[in-house]
């Protein structure tokens, strides 16, 4: 955004880019506009008089202290850099002299000293990468028996698998051919290149762009609707509430602020207290909502059963991500009679191993199957029956029903009837 | 293929531990490789800055003084016998280039 005195301005860069960013900036000076601040990729600039200069963008040492950076810009300072910025690694100087020798006069110490940051930045962004793959993979394999789980399709998930696993891919050849490339010119007794050009520029933008709106398309809207990817949405709100900041200051800087200070330690801290609303507001507002909705009508009543009038009923489908999260239950009770009960769509494998983790069931003990046809399922299991309480599992093709009565038993009307409800139920 | 580190030292290098026979701060360093080499060398306050504490990591040099962000070094008994090593280096690559070329045009 630009105002009169004042200029925000985006540009994409990474540590082995720095020659661009600093003709960026020595285009900048040419034509009247002054370095004043750096938030993310976002340069804040003030009006002055256009002048020929000569910009380095420098490299620190991650680990180095305060006194050590001011020893580093004594020297810059002392062969004529004005040190104009401070942005943690990065380090910006300006020479009045557009012919001054540069900082760094032994390309295989600054490539040695770029290759070392760049590396640690490239291992963390492809392990990053990696391990949302194997998130996301791992929701793709719990889900691939199920054909009524939260995942909005398969292919959206393997086109994000596969978008991840070609930005990792893409980051390692084109930062090794860099490297190598580098090595051989400096072998050679030339200059590395440390500029970027506009295709490749194009590529990381595209990539990411594209990359993010795969995830956002898939996992994070259906994050809304299941409790265990609730990061994964707050990622999201992270992500939007920071790129809303971003516009907002941009805005302030371009149309408000007249001094042409920065105040970039005040915004800052304001960043931080908006996207920490962003993630609070939609955690407490859009969350609980969806994790599990009261869907209307029971299912299954005391009512339906014969047993005089309905009493109090409540019915919610839970989505979450695995067979025992993704169901519907419902409880109708009146008087000393109660109905309750879980009707899931999921295999009977898979289902019988997370019951058994949740310790519906024990893995060790037999339970009784009953030879009882009225229900209409394939297989009925009497899981206990205690004095008033029955419970009940009923495996049906792709539909798996839990069923506790209490205060009352079921009659062959009535256990048919229900037989046939789940049939029907098309949930 | 990749040469050790310090195995053989650039120009650059071997004016730095040149420099540092004697205490000195980097400033004074820049100043007197500049002098020693009437400007021939040129060594970027980048290039000291890594190749001070490169040296310093390896054992060659050794801070003396801190007062604020100044620092003092000067060269250890190891640093004193790399560059003795790369003089006598450079005195066989004069020796055999003198050799090779005595008495005639190759």
Redesign the interface.
């Known amino acids: 955004m630009r105002g009169k005195n004042v200029w925000t301005k985006r540009f994409y860069f990474s540590y082995k880019e720095l020659d661009t960013l600093a003709e960026f900036l020595e285009d900048k000076a040419a034509n009247g506009w002054e370095m004043t601040s750096l938030l993310g990729n976002t340069f804040g600039f003030r009006k002055t008089e256009p002048r020929q200069a000569k910009f380095s963008v420098e490299i620190v040492e991650a680990d180095i202290d305060e006194t050590q950076k001011q020893q580093f810009i004594e020297y810059c300072e002392a062969d004529g850099w004005k040190h104009i910025f401070d942005a943690g690694k990065l380090q910006f100087f300006e020479n009045e002299n557009p012919d001054a020798d540069p900082i760094h006069t032994d390309e295989e110490v600054k490539l040695d000293l770029v290759y070392r940051h760049c590396r640690g930045l490239s291992i963390g962004l492809n392990l990053s990468m990696v391990a949302i793959a194997l998130l996301i993979s791992g929701f793709l394999i719990w889900n691939l028996d199920y054909r009524d789980m939260y995942t909005s399709g398969i292919v959206v998930n393997i086109f994000v698998l596969i978008t991840l696993a070609m930005m990792a891919l893409y980051q390692c050849i084109e930062f090794c051919l860099w490297y190598r490339r580098s090595k051989q010119a400096v072998t050679m007794g030339k200059a590395p290149r440390y500029k970027q050009t506009k295709v490749a520029r194009f590529l990381d933008i595209a990539i990411y762009i594209w990359a993010t709106a795969a995830i956002w398309l898939d996992d994070v809207v259906d994050a809304f609707y299941s409790q265990s990817t609730v990061l994964i949405a707050l990622v999201f709100f992270f992500i939007i509430g920071t790129a809303g900041f971003i516009f907002l200051y941009n805005l302030y800087q371009a149309k408000f602020n007249k001094d042409g200070k920065t105040h970039t330690g005040l915004f800052l801290l304001l960043g931080v207290a908006f996207v920490a609303l962003m993630v609070w507001a939609s955690y407490t507002f859009f969350m609980p909502a969806s994790l599990s909705e009261d869907e209307g009508d029971v299912f299954l009543t005391v009512q339906e059963l014969g047993e005089t009038s309905t009493g109090t009923s409540e019915h919610w489908v839970v989505h979450e991500g695995s067979p025992l999260d993704r169901h519907e239950s419902g409880s109708d009770r009146w008087g000393s009679k109660k109905v309750y009960y879980e009707l899931y769509t999921a295999r009977f494998d898979r289902f019988y191993d997370a019951i058994v983790e949740e310790g519906y069931l024990a893995r060790d003990k037999v339970y009784e199957e009953v030879a009882d046809k009225a229900f209409g399922a394939d297989k009925v299991f009497l899981l206990g029956k205690a004095e008033s309480l029955t419970m009940w599992l009923l495996l049906y093709d792709e539909k798996i029903l839990y069923l506790e009565t209490r205060g009352f038993d079921l009659t062959e009307k009535q256990k048919e009837m229900i037989g046939e409800k789940v049939k029907v139920e098309e949930r | 293929m ?2 050790e580190k310090f195995k053989t030292l ?1 120009e ?1 290098m071997y004016y730095v531990l040149m420099a540092l026979q004697e205490e000195r701060c ?2 004074d360093v ?1 100043a007197v490789v500049k002098e020693m080499t009437d400007q021939r060398i ?10 001070l ?2 040296f310093q990591r390896e054992g060659l040099i050794k801070e003396t003084e ?1 007062v ?4 003092s070094y000067q060269l250890t008994d190891e640093g004193k016998e790399r560059l003795k090593q790369e003089h006598e280096r450079h005195m066989l690559l004069i020796r055999d280039y003198q050799q090779y070329f005595k008495g005639g045009q190759r």
């Open positions: 990749a040469r650039t650059q980097g400033v820049m040129k060594l970027g306050p980048g290039t000291l800055y890594a190749l504490g490169d801190a604020g962000s100044k620092r």
